[in-house]
Antibody
Framework: QVTLRESGPALVKPTQTLTLTCTFSGFSLSSSGMSVSWVRQPPGKALEWLALIDWTDDKFYSTSLKTRLTISKDTSENHVVLTLTNLEPADTATYFC??????????????WGQGTRVSVSS | NFILTQPHSVSESPGKTVTISCTGSSGSIANNYVHWYQQRPGRAPIIVIYENNERPSGVPDRFSGSIDSSSNSASLTISGLKTEDEADYYCQSYDSSMFWVFGGGTKLTVL
């Protein structure tokens, strides 16, 4: 059974750095074609893709946020960590992690965590 | 920038059929798979169509997907509408420069 769970602070201040952890089970990020991605959703708005890390440790970032994002994995611990620097109120959103299975962008986001709400406010 | 455009909202009556479109801004939408997600309020998205027209196990066959290269668009069709289908629906695809892209979402109202 595949599960993912996001964890991190609910409230952060502007200019601070946000660190989110995705803990997953039921699959291995070492398996060929496997990836974990982060997606966020501001209140009342659409889904926005942020970053993805694949089984080879290749990393991909949203072009609009790539200077502020870092994604990493701890395969042995089944964790994927996302950091977002220099936070601003516009980063207030629910952050989801999801599994992506498939190569070269072909895969779908087939399993999702329940999401974690993050508010950026002083 | 590669953008997927969806209608903001659609509505239809129970038992009827509705189609939600997803139009690519450039290139050919047929070059990469389109996937569709359903999101109910306060919940995480779930996949309802993958690889243009494939249904995951557990998704009713009332849900179907298609690609129309002539209009550079993908469509999600839901037949025999039920009140439980009321949700936001997102299309998603891949672009070599933008990577993974979601559409703006469509709110389906079943009334």
């Amino acid at each position: 059974q595949v599960t993912l769970r996001e964890s991190g602070p609910a409230l952060v201040k502007p200019t601070q750095t946000l660190t989110l952890t995705c803990t997953f089970s039921g699959f291995s990020l070492s398996s060929s074609g496997m990836s974990v991605s982060w997606v966020r959703q501001p209140p009342g708005k659409a889904l926005e893709w942020l970053a993805l890390i694949d089984w080879t440790d290749d990393k991909f970032y949203s072009t609009s946020l790539k200077t502020r994002l870092t994604i990493s994995k701890d395969t042995s611990e089944n964790h994927v960590v996302l950091t977002l620097t220099n936070l601003e109120p516009a980063d207030t959103a629910t952050y989801f992690c999801a599994r992506v299975w498939g190569v070269s962008g072909l895969g779908s986001f087939d399993y999702w965590g329940q999401g974690t709400r993050v508010s950026v406010s002083s | 920038n590669f953008i997927l455009t969806q209608p903001h909202s659609v509505s239809e009556s129970p038992g009827k059929t509705v189609t939600i479109s997803c139009t690519g801004s450039s290139g050919s939408i047929a070059n990469n798979y389109v996937h569709w997600y359903q999101q109910r309020p306060g919940r995480a998205p779930i996949i309802v169509i993958y690889e243009n027209n494939e249904r995951p196990s557990g998704v009713p066959d009332r849900f179907s997907g298609s690609i129309d290269s002539s209009s550079n668009s993908a469509s999600l069709t839901i037949s025999g509408l039920k009140t439980e289908d009321e949700a936001d629906y997102y299309c998603q695809s891949y672009d070599s420069s933008m990577f993974w892209v979601f559409g703006g979402g469509t709110k389906l109202t079943v009334l």
